[in-house]
């Protein structure tokens, strides 16, 4: 995969990168040919991704998010990669009638960012571990 950040602080976008090759790693550890684009911008929303090509992503992180919220957005958004290369839930970026936290693919979104967050929380706890 290759992934670049834009955006905020130097720390801020190290931690964006961090997290966004361990949700790669988490979902989709087989893909290979992958682009991610992600920037830290102000925003109204926390997060939001668009396929500009096919494994070819462009995320957009609120840059005001504290640490916890900012991992766990770029996961959240990481879900809806996995979910397009995979053609999970039909196209998930058109359009719907459905409300937001009713179509499927934000409810797999939402259960799956806190499953990557503690294990991402567990994988930093056991690496400071002395």
Known sequence: MFCEVK?????????TLEAAYFAKDFLIPRVKKLEVYIFLVDMENDADVVEEDPREFY??????????????????????????????????????????????????????QEIILAEYMKSINSSVSV
């Open 7 to 15: 955006g905020s602080f130097k720390s801020k976008r190290d931690l």
């Open 59 to 112: 995320m957009r992180i609120k840059k005001s998010l504290d640490k916890e919220d900012l991992v766990t957005a770029v996961f959240h958004e990481f879900v809806h990669v996995k979910q397009a290369i995979r053609n999970d839930h039909g196209d998930i970026f058109a359009i719907s009638n459905v409300p937001y936290y009713d179509k499927p693919s934000e409810k797999e979104a939402y259960k799956l």
